[in-house]
C-alpha cells in the first residue's frame, strides 16, 4: 500500500498561517513540520486526529468538504446521520423536527449513522469467541486504526476487522431501497461526518464504499440550527419514537458505547493522548488480561470531533437523556429489517488490518536497522532541547529527517552557531537556512505581527 492511497481531508490554508508552531507541538504522531513559514503536514505520518485543527490560533487548518448541492444529482437522497448530531440541539427540539430541518433542506430519507450495530456487535462478541489475540481492539476510530498501523504495528492484529458502523449502515439502507424497486443510479448516500478521520477512511482510494459523499456535520448543523430558531413557535410536542433510534444505536458512538456491550474485561479510553500512553503500557505488556478495549481519538468519543459545532459535554449528556427517554417510554423502536441484516453481515468483515511501514525508516528491514542506528548517532550531535527552532517538533523528528532526507543537520540552531564558531558555515548560509525554514520576513520587524505592540491598530 503506497502512501499517495492515503487521502487526508485536513489542510492547511497557507495564506492564513503564521508558522507559529501551536500545531507542530500538539500533533501526537510528529507530523507537522515548518517549511518557509508555514505549516506541513507529512502525508505518511498523520491519522487526520484533528489535534492540529483544534490549536490552530487563526484558523489555517480546515477540512475539505463536498459540495453540498452534488446531494440533488440524486433523486433519493438518503442522510447517513450519526445520532451525536441530535444530541447537539437541547430538549427543547424534538429529534423528529430536527430530522425534518434535515429532510427540508433535501434529503428524501435520513437513517441514523448507527441503525446497524446489533449486527456489528454480534460480529465484535463472536470475535471474542475465537482465539484471536487478546485485547480486542475496536475498528470504529479509523484515527486510531491509522495510530495503530504507524505507532503500534504489533497491535494491528488485535483491531477486528469490521466495516464502520455509518459504511455498513449506508450498506444497509441502500440494500432496502433497491429492493423496493429503486434502481441504483437514482440514489445518493451521503454520511455527515463529525471528524476528519472518517472522511479520509471513506475516501482512501483503497477502500470501497457505497458512500456518494460526505457533508461536514458542522455544516448541516449551521443550517438546522438556523431554521430551528427562526420558528416562532418550538415544537413542544412529547417526542415521537422514531425508526431505528433505539437507546443502543444512539449511545454506541459515544464513550463506553461498544464497551458495556462487549463480554469479558473491556476498557473505554478516548482522547488520543490518553490512548498512546495506554497502548503503551499494553506493547510494554504493563497491562494484562483485558479482553476488549474500545478506543477513540476524541476527547468524549464522537461527541469531542472536530466537526462537532455544540459542547461536547452538552451533546453527550442530551444524547443519554435522550436514549434514557425511549428507554423509560416503553415503546416499541421499529428496527432494522431482519432479511436485509443478512445481506450487511455477509459484507460486513474487511480485511485484517495491516502495519503501515509508512513509519518505519525504510520498507527492508536491514536497510531500516541501519538508518535507526543513524538515527541514534545524530541524537549524540543534536541537543536534546526540542526547541523546534529546526521545523521540526523535536531533535528526533529532525534526526529522523535527516535519514529520510527531509531535512540537513545544520537545520539545527545550536549546530548552526557551533558550524559558523568552526567555520564550517558562514553567517549568511546560516541566514538562508533559517528564512528556508521561516520564511523571508520572520526576523523583519513589524509591530503589527501576531502579538506585537501595535497588533490589530
Ligand atoms: S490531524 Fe493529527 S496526526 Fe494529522 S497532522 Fe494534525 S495533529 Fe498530526
Ligand atoms: S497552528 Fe500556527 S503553524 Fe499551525 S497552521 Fe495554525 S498558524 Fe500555522
Known sequence: MSNEQFYHALKVDEETCF????????????????????????????VDCGACLRVCPVDAIYIEQDDFE??????????????VFIGQFSRQHTAEEIIDVVKGLGFTHVVPGEAVVDVI???????YKTDREKPLISSFCPAIVSLIQLRFPALAQNIIPLKHPAEATALYYKQLLLESGTSADQI?????????????????????TVVD??????FLYNKVYHVLNSKSEPNRNSEVVLPYYTPKVMEWSLTQGESKHMEGRCLAIDEIHNVISFLERVENEEVMNVDFLELRACDQSCAGGALMSENRFLTVERVHTRANRIQKSGLKVEEVKQNHLEYVREHLKIGEVEPRQTMALDQDMGKALKKMERVRSMMCF????????????NCQSLAEDIVMKKAHLSDCGFLQRMMEKTKKLDPDHSIRIMEKIWGKDRLDKDCKKKGAKYEGL
Open 19 to 46: 508558522g507559529c508552531t501551536h500545531c507542530m507541538n500538539a500533533c501526537p504522531t510528529q507530523a507537522v513540520r515548518i517549511k518557509d513559514g508555514v505549516a506541513v503536514i507529512q502525508s505518511e505520518k498523520c
Open 70 to 83: 452534488q446531494i440533488f444529482k440524486y433523486n433519493i437522497r438518503v442522510a447517513v446521520l450519526p445520532s
Open 121 to 127: 456487535n454480534e460480529e465484535m462478541l463472536a470475535e
Open 188 to 208: 445518493g448516500m451521503f454520511y455527515v461526518t463529525p471528524c476528519a478521520a472518517k472522511i479520509s477512511a471513506l475516501r482512501s482510494t483503497d477502500k470501497e
Open 213 to 218: 459523499g460526505i457533508i461536514n456535520m458542522n
Open 382 to 393: 543534536l541537543p536534546g532541547v526540542d526547541c523546534g527552532v529546526c521545523g521540526a517538533p
